[in-house]
């Protein structure tokens, strides 16, 4: 049971469920490891595994009195994520009463799988639109019959490289309504959006029959899951991109989107009134750059989070830690903003604004800079020169705290993985005399490196992380020894719709499970959705 006692305050279920009806804004956290929160979850909790609350708090929610409630399933991370979320100054921090199971039995509706919210909201604009698709068989005799079409991938680019639909190219779903007209401009081709599953594709398509291109457009039903449970081969290390930007097109898109940002409700601030929202204590403001990160690295304002607009309609949880925030949208376009925010309206965020210029406000350059809720630790340091010259020793342990994938695809010969909550757990780590701490970016290692104090050991970090290593052209090994991991291997879900060796039957039943959702959320009766139905 969790270590909840009487002196924590509890919020009912009840309770959460009037807020997000009412559009108060709160935060649900679930500080379970991403696999058993996908397992079960309320449709708006947001994942923050307690290991990770130091690193992720201060974007996903800025403002410290909002109201955040936490909870876990019986695991004792409650109590442990409520201690440390005031410890970094969060001053409205409940526990759920009962946990995950006290939701269930108050009637909550539980939902399975990551970025729900935007899935759900995906099949109810698909069951509302009827938004047109094609199946699979349909698009590989349409391709085979060398018909006039074009085939565009709105997944991010890394996941379309991996694998993809034979000839399509690369158009992540931001990006649609400001390429389309340039990639076909015969009002003939037919233009076909695919992504992994359903979500993707079907925003996508919708989004192009909303910006009003004459071509006929369709999703790929089912995206590359369908394509592969037909069959069909898949393509791998594509990378075609989409086409530049006429100046005709550009201004018939942004008009296009500034329709449709005015029909979902969109609203527009400049840099005096960004201020004003800035400077309202009682709102969490969440500003977001919707375009390509390689343009956010070569010049963005300051403050703003890099956010490509088709992932933040599809996780727009992985940004957004509190329901009903403000959600402050910029572009250099007139185009992307606009469109992502008429999504996000209709995802039920009330309070939706786009930035129409940068005159007067600050900007910098290069990649997002980590927000953290407090500065680093101050911790010994270890170069990645003295690490190497290190003798290897029984009683010295490489401790590394990068995610179950990352560590798959390359640590430091002999590190072990575990998670933090299990640093002062493990026997081994009890005893050892000089541990060495590394993450990617070595921030978690800083994080963590006090969690070590009370072992005897000596403890440093490595100086730059496994990245440093790397780049310093160090050897790694890949591959992950579950018997040699110090923490259950759970800290990830792993998706059915992404890489190459997923079973057919959990991509079916992933597809089967999406077609449901629609039911799920008129039981839930929290989601605020409303979808266009004349654009």
């Known amino acids: 049971m969790n270590s909840i006692t009487s002196l924590q305050p509890l919020t009912a279920s009840e309770d959460v469920r009037a807020k997000l009806k009412n559009g108060v804004e709160i935060a649900l956290l679930d500080v379970r ?59 409205d921090v409940s526990a759920l009463a009962g946990g995950l199971e006290g939701w269930r039995r108050s009637g909550g509706e539980i939902f399975i799988d990551v970025n729900v919210p935007s899935k759900a909201f995906g099949e109810l604009v698909e069951h509302v639109r009827h938004t047109p698709s094609l199946p699979a068989r349909e698009l590989h005799d349409r391709i085979e019959r060398g018909d006039d079409l074009v085939i565009l991938d709105a997944r991010r680019f890394i996941e379309y490289n991996v694998m993809s639909i034979p000839g399509g190219r690369s158009v992540p779903g931001g990006e649609l309504a400001l390429r389309v007209r340039d990639i076909a401009p015969s009002p003939a081709t037919t233009v076909v959006v695919n992504c992994a599953g359903r979500t993707r594709s079907i925003i996508g398509t919708q989004s192009l029959i909303n910006a009003g291109i004459p071509n006929p457009v369709y999703a790929l039903r089912n995206g590359t899951i369908g394509w592969t449970l037909e069959g069909l081969s898949l393509e791998h290390g594509a990378d075609r991109k989409g086409a530049d930007i006429s100046a005709p097109n550009l201004e018939a898109a942004r008009s296009r989107a500034e329709h449709l940002a005015g029909k979902a409700g969109v609203r527009y601030v400049d840099a005096v009134t960004l201020g004003e929202l800035l400077s309202n204590p009682r709102r969490t403001v969440y500003r977001l750059d919707v375009r390509s990160p390689e343009e956010y690295a070569e010049g963005h304002l300051a403050g703003f989070r890099s956010a490509p607009g088709g992932q933040l309609v599809q996780a727009t949880d992985e940004w957004i830690g509190v329901r009903h925030g403000t959600v402050v949208l910029t572009d250099d376009d007139g185009v992307r903003a606009r469109m992502t925010a008429h999504w996000l309206r209709q995802l039920g965020w009330n309070e939706v604004y786009v930035l129409t210029s940068w005159s007067g406000l600050p900007t910098e350059t290069g990649q997002e800079a980590p927000q953290l809720a407090r500065p680093l630790p101050a911790v010994e340091i270890i170069s990645v020169e003295k690490l190497a010259a290190l003798t290897p020793d029984r009683q010295t342990l490489i401790l590394d705290l990068a995610s179950s994938p990352v560590f798959r695809k390359g640590h430091i010969v002999g590190a072990r993985f575990v998670i933090r909550p299990d640093l002062a757990s493990q026997p081994v780590i009890q005893t050892a005399k000089e541990i060495i ?15 070590l104090a009370g072992t005897g050991a000596r403890v440093r970090v490595l100086k730059g992380g496994t990245d440093a290593w790397k780049a310093a052209g160090y050897p790694v090994e890949t591959g992950l020894d579950e018997a040699k991991a110090l923490s259950v291997l759970n800290d990830v879900y792993k998706r059915p719709y992404e890489g190459t060796d997923n079973a057919a039957e959990a991509m079916q039943a992933y597809l089967d ?4 959702l629609v039911a799920q959320l008129e039981k839930d009766g929290t989601h605020g959705f409303r979808v266009l139905e004349q654009v």
Do not use: C, K, M
Not at 50 to 57: A, D, P, S, Y
Not at 440 to 447: F, N, Q, S, T, V
């Open 513 to 516: 499970w999406e077609f449901g």
């Open 33 to 91: 490891e991403e696999d058993p929160f996908a397992s079960a979850h309320p449709l708006f909790a947001v994942n923050l595994p307690l290991g990770r609350i130091e690193e992720r708090i201060a974007a996903l929610v800025p403002r410290r009195d909002v109201p955040v409630v936490v909870y876990d399933n019986g695991e004792g991370r409650t109590a442990q994520a409520i201690r440390l979320l005031r410890t970094l100054g969060y001053t």
């Open 437 to 451: 701490l590394v993450s990617p970016d070595g921030i978690a290692a800083h994080l963590a490196a006090p969690d």
